[in-house]
């Protein structure tokens, strides 16, 4: 018994010491992470990010540098008063503004970097850099901020800001304090414009100083810079369309039909892109984004869904084209409107009657197509299934439902079927003369500018369209083969003609003829969309939302381009000029139009947006008064002209 | 037997074996825990790992030494060796060089030597020759009192220097004592004692008055025959408590406060976050450490010379007492559990060779050789696990030093030379 006290304890202490090895080494141990490990230190070198230029050359975005105080909790020693009063002072925070953040931090993590003082001046940079090695647990990062060369064109170029940390959980590429692409190219671009960080794996001794390269550096990446991109954007179109866009609320997408390409993609009201750069960034992003009056973050080229109207009826004629249910000579009468028995289905104005095909799209004429669209969905038995193959039609133009480009914002739009009717009136209860407002581009149909701006694109090339995108070129790579293929819609290419003369003839003796410019061939439909609003919780309507969707030239068009203006009344009057004038622009390269140009810029929507929000009673549409913007003291021709579409 | 087949080398091969395997592979954790940059030279005497080179070469004509040696010498100078070594520990206070606040060095020039590593195996000797004594009866309290006095001295002069941990050592005798006839109520006492000072303040004096009235009172009823008079019983509550009692006293007063954190740490007494965080930073940082460095290794470990602690020196103290966590860095489990089965085969080999001596003598130096080094082994492996409170011993064969490393090495070739003697006895 007594040999055996030792020899017991021995395999007892032994089988005690590998239990407890293996619990830690083995049981409670991950596998081995680098940047897990506190003795390596990561010093990351950010790549310049990718510049972009328009697509002429010009240089829209280049960088500069900007130097954040980051910092590592657990290694952060405490500071007597007179370092830290130094110290604040050099970051000019307060000291509460120095304990919150440094818990903010720890909160976060004790051992990963997180950003302190973002977005040093140069000036507090020099001054800091010095001291830096006083103050431990805290060290400077260079980074590259944006550097616009440019005040327009902030919904195309959008913006970076920091990574939050679902970022960083999804894409562990991204640290804490990383930049990334918010909005706009920036977005959308993200992977090829930020290249790859570079990273050092530096060893620490337990003073946290360096001791040399971790592995002799074998770990080590140099930072790869981003690519830079040339973008479809024309900045000379885009910086006309913002100054149009002045005083208004509303969008413009121009597309090159030939290409798919968006020559400009403006929004009003828009901001200086140079807001959201540096410190004030998240302050002024905020402030931008809560207004929810202007909301100048919403792209109104992109994302203002709204039913088309009239602009639409050209779809319709083409539909009846191919579905051989009306001919271009067919006539139809129209008595200020539709009658279904003796009701009135749907209003019109007052043109000379009968119309063919022709004078039915050049004067817009509600009643004819209603009874064109009437021929579509009756054409078989089952209206589900006319309503079905018309949707198809429609959708081929791409519209209902995503383009599928390269931005990074958009709606479907809506373009209702068969089903749709079933679910909202119940199965095979319902017919043609429910839903007649689809005709003309009312009702259930929705559609975003640049979708109609791709319409139109398709329309000018007699049955196809490229995807509209931003993109036109990245260094040392190729865009995206879908943006080369041409996407076919389902209607023949010589029922496109005697619909594109329909469009001519809007410009030629139609509802836009005063927005005629010599020497180029447009074509043309305007529409008006009616908006209502809750007012105290009482549906209120407002003025008609101005639209407009064109092409030109008429044949071979280099341009295709849809404008919508919030509140602007009948479509010729604030879109029809702003599209005639952008077609000009671009084409030709200056204004002979001087007069469209004076009305547009003089001419101000801002009482009209304000009234919603007056509490007082209003007056809408026909009639409201026109704003004059006094500064610019023209009283010219405020002269409307009145033709209604 | 073994040594019969081996008729050119006597030796217990096995033994060295095991001893060569710890000094090498000690050797190599060294290097990598001390080297600062490129290693230019394995012999350069300015770095720590060459210093210890020289050691290692020196050991081996340390052994050549003591084993040329014939070994009745060791039995017949075992006093006058245990004199020699306490003079050289009493000599310390008035030659004594401070290091770290402890007077256990003595310099002579650039050389240091540590009497204190060379007492360990100088009281074993006098233990086994007073033991061996045929007048001697381990079960007679004058007797016992005499083995105390011959390991209180050294612990006492060691204790007056300020070297708590190696005082801690001179308990490794208790398994001498009992192997050699000290009365089971001993190992029953010494058991209760430890039990009854963790409770204590564990739990707290009340709590544990509380158990001991509870156990005793099991054992009295249980107990139909012989159960002795209730007094007695009231008189080893009374004990109980008092000890319980003394060392809570003992522990908040006569403690210096570094040594009261290290045990507040362990029994995770400390409720106060604030000075917890306190402690974890100033007397658990070097634990802790050495926890995340041991941790870091994972099964494999992270390579010879390429653990980021170990190069970073984030383990204070890392090539001496903490030269285990570099094991566990660099070689991962599979290294961990390499040294701590080769402790345990090498305590248990000596153990079996002591067993079948024929001299009681050798037969007591050989358990006092293993005691020693199973207290070392305990104490400095637990401790660098976080397995019992920080108490600053070497990991024999293994950690950085000269004395150390020379003084275990005697300790454990003279138990070799006496063994080779069992057949050929004088
Ligand atoms: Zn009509």
Known sequence: MRKLLLLTTVILVGLVFIARLFYLQVYNSSAYNIFEDTAIRKVYKYPKRGYVYDRNGKLLVANQPSYDVMVIP????????????????????????????????????????????????????????????KYEGFYIQKRSLRSYQTNIGANVLGDLGEVNRRIIKRQPYYKLGDLIGKQGIELSYENVLRGVKGIKFIQKDRHNK?????????????????????????????????????????????????????????????????????RERNKNFSRLFRDTINMPTFDRGLQAQYPPGSPFKVINALIGLQEEVVDIDDKFTCRMGYYYGSRRLTGCHHHRSPVDMNAGIAQSCNAYFVNVYRRIVDKYDDAGKGMNIWADHAKSFGLGNYLNNDLSVGRKGRIPDGNYYDRQYGDNRWGSTYIVSNAIGQGEVEATPIQLANMAAAIGNRGYYYTPHIIKNIEGDTIPSKFKT?????????????????????????????????????????????????????????????????????????????????NGYWGSRFAGRMASLMIEKYIKGHITRTDLEQWILTHSLENEYKKPYSGEPFKINGETTLQVIPEYGINSNSKDINFKN | MLRENHRGFKFDWITIVLFLLLVVFGYLNILSASHVGEITSYFDTSQLYGKHLIFVGLTFVLIVLILSVEAKFYERFASIIYLIAMLALIGLFIFGKDVNGARSWYGIGSMTIQPSEFAKFATALAIAKFISDIETNMKTVKDQLKVTAIIFIPAILILLQNDAGSTIVYLAFFFVFYREGLQQVYLIIALSLIVLAILGLKFGVLITAIIATLLLASVYFLRKKNRGSIFQYIIVLIVCTSFSYGVKLFYEHGLKPHQQNRISLWLRLEKDPAKLERMKKAEAYNLIQSEQAISSGGVTGKG???????????????????????????????????????????????????EGQKSQFSRVYGYGVASILFVHFTINIGMVMGLIPTVGIPLPFFSYGGSGLWGFTILLFIFVKLDSNKINEW
């Open chain 1, 210 to 278: 360096d001791i040399g390269p971790y592995k002799d550096g074998i770990f080590d990446t140099l930072p790869k810079p981003g690519k830079d991109i040339t973008i479809t954007i024309d900045s000379e179109l885009q910086a006309y369309g913002e100054l149009l866009m002045k005083y208004k609320r509303g969008g413009i997408v121009a597309i090159d039909p030939q290409s798919g390409e968006i020559l400009a993609m403006v929004t009003g009201p828009s901001y200086n892109p140079n807001l959201l750069v540096g």
């Open chain 2, 304 to 354: 010879f010379l390429q653990g980021t602690r170990t190069t970073g020196k984030f383990v204070p103290e890392q090539h001496t007492d903490y030269i285990f966590s570099t094991v566990g860095e660099e070689w991962g489990f599979l290294g961990t559990s390499l040294v701590v089965l080769t402790f345990v085969l090498l305590i248990i080999r000596i153990l079996y060779l002591a």
């Open chain 1, 74 to 133: 657990r290694e952060v020693s405490p500071l007597d008063s007179l370092d830290l009063e130094e110290f604040c002072g050099l970051l000019k925070i307060t000291k509460e503004d120095y304990q919150n953040k440094l818990k903010k931090a720890r909160n976060y993590s004790p051992r990963l970097p997180s950003p302190f003082v973002p977005q040093l001046s140069k000036t507090d940079y020099a001054v800091l850099q010095e001291k830096m090695r």
């Open chain 1, 486 to 566: 041409p996407k076919y819609t389902t209607i023949d290419k010589r029922h496109f003609e005697p619909v594109i003369q329909g469009m001519f003839d809007v410009y030629n003796k139609g509802t836009a003829q005063s927005l005629r410019i010599p020497g180029i061939e447009i074509c043309g439909k305007t529409g008006t969309a009616e908006n209502f609003v809750k007012i105290d919780s009482v549906k209120t309507q407002l003025t008609d939302h101005s639209i407009f969707v064109a092409f030109a030239p008429k044949d071979n068009p280099k341009i295709a381009i849809a404008v919508f203006v919030e």
